[in-house]
């Protein structure tokens, strides 16, 4: 059986983005390089040891649901960076456990959200506001959809998206292809197969979302282009 979240922690070694600014909280044993001139590194991944009681602890916290499959990534690794570009996901670092994912439940969005079973657990590329679990129906596992919420509307309902991928293991699939594909091809090339590894996501409701996206990359790119 293919584990989805170690294709995504293979597919982002491989690419640039496994960097980060240097500060006194970072492990030793994470550091992959020297520190350059202006402070940043690459890091490597070292084998996770925060357990399911530590995520419950959290959920109790902050009266919040987290799908499985986003507790069984976090958890495999310590990592100090996920951002993909297009989204960003909570890092983990075991000398900070579990920090990034307490600051994203712990703001006025999220205090607006939440009670709503709206959950917030990472950031939208465009710096838009939050990538958010929609957990006001019941699935198994809380294996909820994801969309993203556009924080200038104050906690307001009227700035949920519509869902942009059916669940955080379809968003795996999809960042992990993403990042595999980047040194391939131009980055508004890759993002038209999320609807192929989406359909009911991605390749449905969130199709205006992405079309967005890679209308975005391709502008940018013929403006450096040119």
């Known amino acids: 059986m293919i584990d989805i979240s170690t294709d995504f922690f293979n597919a982002l070694k491989e690419t640039t983005l496994n960097k ?4 006194n909280d970072i492990p030793k044993e994470m550091m992959l390089s020297q520190i ?3 402070g940043w590194f690459e890091w490597r991944l070292i084998k996770g040891t ?14 919040v649901r ?3 499959s986003f507790i069984k990534w976090h958890k495999k690794y310590f990592f100090l960076g996920a951002d993909t570009s297009i989204l960003r996901l909570p890092s983990s670092n075991p000398n900070l456990p579990l920090k990034e994912i307490r600051q994203n439940l712990d703001w006025f969005i999220a205090s607006k959200l939440i009670p709503q079973k709206i959950y917030p657990f990472g950031s939208e ?3 838009s506001g939050p990538l958010v ?3 006001r129906i019941e699935v198994e596992n809380n294996e909820f959809p994801i969309r993203y919420y556009d924080q200038k509307f104050g906690g307001k309902m009227d700035g949920l998206s519509e869902i942009i991928f059916s669940s955080f293991e379809k968003l795996l699939e999809c960042m992990a292809f993403y990042m595999s594909e980047l040194k391939r091809r131009r980055n508004f090339e890759i993002i038209p197969s999320f609807f192929e590894i989406d359909p009911k996501g991605a390749g449905l409701t969130g199709i205006d979302y992405w079309l967005s996206w890679i209308k975005m990359q391709r ?8």
């Open 20 to 23: 980060a600014i240097y500060t």
């Open 36 to 38: 350059d001139q202006e």
């Open 50 to 63: 925060l357990t399911a009681v530590d995520y419950k602890e959290v959920e109790n916290e902050f009266n």
């Open 66 to 68: 987290f799908p499985k």
């Open 125 to 127: 590329g465009n710096d």
């Open 133 to 135: 679990f929609d957990g």
């Open 219 to 226: 502008e940018n790119y013929n403006l450096f282009e040119d």
